[in-house]
DNA sequence: AGCGCTCCCGGGAGCGCTCCCAAAAAAACC
DNA sequence: GGTTTTTTTGGGAGCGCTCCCGGGAGCGCT
C-alpha cells in the first residue's frame, strides 16, 4: 500500500526521474510539472524511502553525538544547553542525531565497537569527552569518519577539528576581578582534572595569582569534578582544612552552586564574607542568591558552532583542521558583592 | 577500496547467497565454509552496509526516544537513569537509539513534523511525555509506527502499550508512613500537574488523609514541577503562607531537596520539625543531609522494560497492548525521623 | 544399484532510489 | 525558416544486500 516514487512518477504521468528531480528541488524542471509531481506527493502523503536514499547517496543525513561524561556532569544544566545549540543546527539542516552517551569506565570497549559498528550510520560525528586521552579519538581518526570535538584534544592537534571556548582566559578574568575587588585568599575549586577545561581554568588561576606576586598555596584548591555535589564536598573539604580565604573561584557554575549551598550550611555570608565566581552562565546562575557572578561561554553557539562546522567538513567544504576558540566573558553579578541590588545589570 | 559483500564472497570462493547466510547466522552452512567466510571476513574488516539491508529488509535497527520534557526536568537525576535503562537492553539487541529531545511549547509541530518525516529511521519509539495531551500520540497511532510510552496515556488506552509505575500507591504509602510517624499536617509539594505521575500522586496523598479522616487542607498543597528549583520555591512558598505543618510529602526527590534546602535557610530541622518524603529514589536521595526518606520506583527497570517490551512488539510478538505497572516501595531513611543514625538500613 | 531425503549452495530477482547520458522539446539566434 | 543553444525529460544502470527457489551433493535405506 506505500507507494514508492515509480508509483508517484506514474500517477504523475512523468518518469522516474523526473519526479526525483522534484523531490530534490533540481532546478530544471518545468514550472507545470513539479507542480503536477508536487500535488501527487500531497495528495498520497508520499515519503521517499531513507534507506534507498542512504544506500545510493552514500549520506545518511544522520550525526552521531558522542558523550562521554558521567552521570553527574550530564545532568548539570551544561549538557542540555549544549544539545540546544546542536540541534537548532541538525534541526535547519534536517539532520537527526544518534546519541551516545557513554558514562566513563563502563564497558568501555563494547561502547566503541557499537559505535565504530554503526559508523556508517553517521555521516559525522561530534565528541564531547571528559578524560582527555581517550581511544575514541583514535578510532576515529583510523576510521576517516569527520569528526568534530567539543574540548581542545592533546594529541594529534593538527588533524583534528575542534571548538572551544578560552578557558584560560576566562579563568584569568575571574581571579582579575576577585583581585581587583580586594580579595587576596582566593581559593579554587577544580573542574575535573583530567579534562582539558577543567585544567585550563587552573592554569588560568594560578597564572594571575603569579602575576600578581600572590603565592599559589596548595590549600586553597580542592579538586572537584564540574558536578554541584563536588563543589559542595570540595567546599566543606575547604572548611575542615581552616585555611583562611576572601574569594572562591569555582571550576563552573554547578559546582559553585554546590559550593555556595555548604557556605549557607555553615553561615558564611557570600558575598560579604566571601565572594564566589562560577564558570559557564547557566541559566539558573541567575536564579541562584545571590545571583552569581561568572565566566561566560557560549554554550548554545559552542555546539551550534561544532555542528556547522562538521554538516561543512562533511560537504567537503572545509580542506584542513579547524580550530575554533569562542571567547568568554566575565558577568559581575551579586555575588562578588561589587553590584548593589539596584545596579544588578539586566540581561 | 570498501569491499562488498560480492568481494567477500569471491574471496572466500562462495556465492553471495552463502556469505549472506554467514553473516546472518543462519543454520544451514556447512563448518568449512563458515570458517571460511569469516576468516576473510576478519581480515579485511569487512562490514555489511547497513543501508542496503535496511533496504531490504525494512527494519533500521534503530529506535527512536522521544522525551518532551522542559531543561528543568532534563537535568534532573531522573532521565539519565532512565536513559541507562533503556540503553541496556538496545545495546544488548544491537540496536542504536536517535533520540529526540522536545522543550514542550518550542516549535512544536516542527519537532512533530521532523519526527514524522524520519519515522522510517526507527522500528519503534519510546516516548515519555510530561504534558498529558499531546499530539504526538495521535500521530504515533496514525504512524502506525509500534511505540511504547512511558505514562500512563489519557486516552487511547486499548490501543497503547505503556509501562509505568504504581504512583498513587507509591504516594498513599508515603503518606501512611508520615501518619504513622505521628505527623498530622502533611503539606504536598505537587509534580507537574499536567503530568499524570504527578497527578496520581497527588491524588494518592488525598486518599489517604481522606481515609484518616484528615481534612485536605489546600494551604498545605502547594504547586511545583518535579524540578529542584520548583522544591525550593514551593516551599519559601509554603512558609510564607504561615500556616502550620509537620511534614512535607514532595512530588519527587529532586523537588524534595530543593524543599530541604529552603527549610536549611529557614533553620527548620529535618527531621525533628518536620517529616520528608521524596519520590523516584534517585541516587542522590541517600547523599542528602539528612538521607531522605522516600518511595523507590525501579527507574531504570521502567526503561528496561519498555524497550524490551518495545523490541517484542517489533519483532511481532505481542499481539495487543500492553499495560504494565510497576510496583514502588517505601524507603526509610533519616528524614522522617524514624531511624536513628545507627538504625540506618543499608541498601 | 536405486530411491528418497536432508543438507548446502548458487543464480537471480528485487528492495527504492539517484544520477549519468542521450534524446526530445523549447527557446534563441542569425 | 533553419540552425544552434538551452532547457526539460526519460531510459537504464547500479548502489549492496536478502531471500526465494531450484539444483546438486551426500547419506542411509531397501
Redesign the interface.
Known amino acids: 500500500m506505500k507507494l514508492n516514487l515509480e508509483d508517484i512518477a506514474r500517477l504523475a504521468g512523468v518518469s522516474r526521474a523526473t519526479a526525483s528531480r522534484v523531490i530534490n528541488h533540481h532546478p530544471n524542471v518545468s514550472a507545470g510539472t513539479r507542480k503536477k509531481v508536487l500535488e501527487v506527493i500531497e495528495a498520497n502523503h508520499y ?1 521517499p ?4 536514499r ?2 545510493v547517496t552514500q549520506r ?1 543525513q ?1 550525526l552521531g553525538i558522542v558523550i562521554q561524561f558521567p ?1 553527574a556532569i ?4 551544561y ?3 549544549l ?2 545549540g546542536i ?1 537548532t543546527v541538525t ?1 535547519e539542516h ?1 539532520y ?4 551516545w ?1 557513554e ?1 566513563p569506565g563502563v564497558e568501555k570497549e ?1 561502547f566503541l565497537g ?1 559505535i565504530l ?2 559508523k ?2 553517521m555521516d559525522g560525528i561530534i565528541i564531547s569527552v571528559t578524560a582527555i586521552s581517550s581511544p575514541l579519538i583514535d578510532s576515529m581518526l583510523e576510521a576517516q569518519i569527520p569528526f568534530v570535538m567539543l574540548e581542545r584534544p592533546t594529541r594529534h592537534l593538527d588533524e583534528i577539528s575542534y571548538v572551544t571556548v578560552d578557558n584560560r582566559h576566562g579563568a584569568r578574568l575571574a581571579v582579575e576581578h576577585l583581585i581587583q575587588t580586594g580579595c587576596s585568599r582566593i581559593a579554587h575549586l577544580t573542574g575535573t582534572l583530567d579534562n582539558i577545561d577543567g585544567q585550563d581554568r587552573l592554569a588560568g588561576y594560578r597564572e594571575v595569582l603569579e602575576k600578581h606576586g600572590l603565592q599559589v598555596d596548595p590549600a586553597l584548591i580542592v579538586e572537584a569534578n564540574f558536578s554541584r ?1 563536588s563543589g559542595y564536598f570540595a567546599m566543606k573539604e575547604l572548611l575542615a582544612r581552616g585555611v583562611d580565604f576572601d574569594a572562591v573561584f569555582a571550576g563552573n557554575d554547578n559546582s559553585a552552586e554546590g559550593a555556595l ?1 555548604a557556605m ?2 555553615a553561615s558564611i555570608s557570600v558575598p560579604d564574607e566571601v565572594a564566589l565566581v562560577g564558570f559557564d552562565d547557566v ?2 546562575a541567575q ?1 541562584l542568591d545571590p545571583q552569581l557572578t561568572t565566566i561566560r561561554q557560549p554554550i548554545v553557539e559552542r555546539g551550534m558552532r561544532a555542528t556547522a562546522l562538521l554538516l561543512d567538513m562533511i560537504a567537503g567544504k572545509v580542506e584542513k583542521p579547524q580550530h575554533i576558540v569562542l571567547p568568554t566573558q566575565l558577568v559581575i553579578r551579586r555575588s562578588t558583592g561589587v553590584l548593589r541590588a539596584e545596579e544588578r545589570s539586566e540581561e
Chains 1, 2 share one sequence.
Open positions: 515519503q524511502n531513507l534507506a534507498a542512504m544506500l545518511t544522520i552521570e550530564f545532568v548539570s544544566e549538557v542540555p544547553v544539545l540546544r540541534n534541526n534536517d537527526a542525531t544518534l546519541m552517551w558514562r563494547r557499537r559498528q554503526q556508517q550510520l555535589r549551598q549557607k550550611e541559566p539558573t536564579d
